[in-house]
Nanobody
């Protein structure tokens, strides 16, 4: 059974950086995508970034573009989300998810994902 485990969350000051990890119990195959989502208190869950298992093509939502980088390790079982220039509005529980892209590239639509991790808290505060 697919198991996803997030790690790397914590407390960071505005302008700081964190790197989140999503470890898959198996491998991220050619038909898969790994997405990062977040949910702040009182708000709906929103997509942040994703990466295609086929070719490593990334996608970033506007909120993350220019500040976040998603990558995959050589062993194809871990995806990282490097978050730089963090802002208080980035505070949320961050979830990784695994699914099958509808097209050639991944998206951050929740309907595309089948398996979800437990989440890791990111708090950006001085």
């Amino acid at each position: 059974q697919v198991q996803l485990v997030e790690s790397g969350g914590g407390l960071v000051q505005p302008g700081g950086s964190l790197r989140l990890s999503c470890a898959d119990s198996g491998l991220i195959g050619d038909y898969d995508a790994i997405g990062w989502f977040r949910q702040a208190p009182g708000k709906e869950r929103e997509g942040v970034s994703c990466i295609s298992g086929r070719d490593g093509q990334p996608y970033h939502a506007d909120s993350a573009k220019g500040r976040f980088t998603i990558s995959r390790d050589d062993g194809k079982n871990t995806v990282y989300l490097q978050m730089n220039s963090l802002k208080p509005e980035d505070t949320a529980v961050y979830y990784c998810a695994k699914g099958t892209p509808y097209g050639a590239n991944c998206t951050v639509f929740e309907e595309e994902y089948d398996y979800w991790g437990q989440g890791t808290q990111v708090t950006v505060s001085s």
